[in-house]
């Protein structure tokens, strides 16, 4: 689904448009019980485009706040989606990547796999993310992941809760074909499926008063050092 990997697979606005195709097709067609979410090439996501970044940093509140809505919108289907949702993450995962990932219901990574909120080392604020982040790893990890914009190796991701499982190099993939008749029993039960859209709903009542108050962070803050 992610498919730049010239760039790393770097979320542009072209590429949040296909994404938001891609969850339409799969969401409307019955047939397809379970998204899967992985990069092309040898990351899963650099974060966002900061070729696109620097054109809108110095753009008027407004256009930035359309920016940040875009991305906004699109963690939030992911993590509301009402079918089952799995990341399989190999490589970088940074920034915006890390929120496509942590938005899903699980996240499968082989060892090459390395998570990094950056925001912080190029004067952005990872407003948005940090809601999902929070969500998975608690207070305290979060801080220190967002303060010292590190990258995280699989292992230790696994260890804090913020991945489900790691698996050998190049074998996330294969780990998910192990996973999906599980996940497809799942869908196909009526009760486990009003489950899904009882938390989502819930999830929903949670995390929109948190995203009213991260938009404006984020949009203020879209600024690269030169």
Known sequence: MLTRPDMRNAISARMMDEIQDALDL????????????????????????LGELKKIQNAAFEENMEASLALTGLFKRIYTFPKATIAAVHGPCV???????TGCDLIIADETARFRYSEAAIGFVAAIVTIFLLRSVGEKHARELLLTARFLPADEAYRIGLINEVVARGKHLARLRRHRPAVLNHRRNPHKQTGKRVDSSQVQ????????RSLPVGADCIRIPT
Do not use: S, Y
């Not at 920034?95 to 990932?101: E, L």
């Open 26 to 49: 799969v969401e409307g067609d019955d047939a397809l019980k379970v998204l899967i979410i992985r990069g092309e090439g040898d990351a899963f996501c650099a974060g966002a485009d």
């Open 95 to 101: 920034a915006g990547g890390c929120g496509i990932a």
């Open 205 to 212: 009542i949670d995390i929109d008063p948190r995203m009213k």
